[in-house]
């Protein structure tokens, strides 16, 4: 498995854990230890799997001549932006303000939008 491959395999797990977190985040308290350990296993993947998309941009684009040849760098771009509005909720949520939920949108479609753009990258 390549470098390229288990980066995508990380983030697409922070992104079902994102997708989870979202779901409680709408129907709880937000007070849980199993939300804030979740939270922390998203972010903790999230940044993983960026450092590892990272270190994968050192070896040459997949297929430069398909058009995708600066979606490596498009993803890591929105993904870097996706991971400081993540410590941005972090921050908001430990200093014990409201539920950052507008913080929480702005981070998701961030995430989501490199995710796609990688996910684009790696199959075309």
């Keep these: 498995m390549s470098l390229l491959t288990a980066a995508f395999a990380v983030l697409a797990i922070a992104v079902a854990l994102g997708t989870v977190l ?3 985040h709408l129907h709880s308290d937000p007070g849980g230890a199993a939300r804030w350990k979740l939270a922390a296993l998203h972010g903790l993947l999230g940044v993983g799997g960026l450092v590892g998309l990272t270190l994968a941009l050192s070896h040459p684009p997949l297929r430069p001549d398909q ?3 600066g979606f490596d760098k498009i993803s890591v771009l929105l993904l870097a932006a ?3 509005l993540g410590g941005g909720i972090f921050a908001v949520r430990f200093a ?10 702005i981070h998701a479609t961030i995430a989501i939008s490199g995710f796609v753009i990688l996910a684009a990258y790696m199959l075309v």
């Design 82 to 84: 996706a991971a400081l």
């Design 22 to 24: 979202f779901v409680l």
């Design 67 to 69: 058009g995708t040849a």
């Design 96 to 105: 014990g303000g409201s539920r950052a939920g507008t913080l929480i949108g």
